[in-house]
């Protein structure tokens, strides 16, 4: 059955839950059907507000879906059922979970350096039948053509079925549309900070303020520098927005 969407400021976002998610993803890891797993957060659909390659990036995704507590409040009155948050961090682990037998290679992309190797020990650990046939981290600058070879090499050697992409957003989505076609692996799924939060390089957010939607709140404290144009400048513009498509003043189309 296809998972609904819904229009958050012109991006259709899915309305579900981390078991379908999961489920999805494993269908479209035994059918090898190609694509990208957005995860859409208040931070990235302000973003795509500016930047309408961004927006499409979001829309011809496999799926996009409810990450920040925001937009899963959001289906609940326009869709309704039983919407939950696709966490990332949640979501990379539930996966490993259900691909812990081997059955599916896995491929680590993103972090500080030696974060993703560390995330794989860590992981590892966890569960120790896992496949990750191989780790990448990018340079924080622009891939240089000796750098796209590197990771093609290692991505060729490695086949993975699933490849995480942990760059924060908006950078992965744009790695991921960027790289699907060209690189040999089945589905990227980005998950941003999941990373540092996995391999214990970034505090998480207590789970009762993940629930309640004040992780902003949490992260922004932890890093201000970083994070306080996201949630003090974009949060509150999300806002407005968003209110001001419920109430009919301004429409946002699906490009």
């Not at 490849?163 to 989505?173: C, I, N, R, S």
């Amino acid at each position: 059955m296809p998972i609904p969407t819904f229009n958050v400021l012109g991006v259709a976002v899915h309305a579900m839950n981390l078991p379908v998610a999961t489920a999805a993803i494993m269908d479209a890891v035994k059918a090898r059907r190609k694509g990208c797993v957005c995860l859409a957060a208040v931070h990235g659909i302000s973003e795509a507000q500016r930047d309408p390659d961004l927006k499409r990036i979001y829309n011809r995704a496999m799926l996009t879906a409810t990450d920040g507590m925001p937009l899963v409040w959001l289906a609940k009155w326009r869709v309704g059922g039983d919407i939950g948050r696709v966490y990332g961090p949640d979501l990379m682990l539930e996966v490993f979970r259900a691909t812990q037998n081997g059955e599916a290679a896995h491929f680590l992309c993103g972090g500080a350096e030696g974060v993703a190797e560390l995330l794989r020990q860590k992981l590892l650990g966890r569960f120790p039948r896992a496949r990750i046939a191989g780790t990448w981290c990018p340079p924080f600058r622009e891939l240089t053509d000796d750098d796209e070879r590197r990771l093609a090499a290692a991505v060729r050697a490695a086949r993975p079925d699933i490849m995480w992409v942990g760059l924060g957003a908006p950078k992965q989505e744009r790695f991921m549309a960027r790289h699907l076609e060209t690189l040999d692996a089945t589905l990227m799924i980005g998950v941003g900070a999941a990373f540092d939060f996995h391999a214990g390089t970034l505090r998480q957010a207590p789970r009762w303020m993940r629930r309640c939607g004040l992780e902003w709140f949490f992260r922004l404290c932890v890093e201000p520098r970083r994070l306080w144009r996201r949630y003090l400048v974009y949060n509150p513009l999300f806002v407005l927005r968003a209110g001001c498509q419920l109430l009919g003043l301004k429409k946002y189309p699906v490009l």
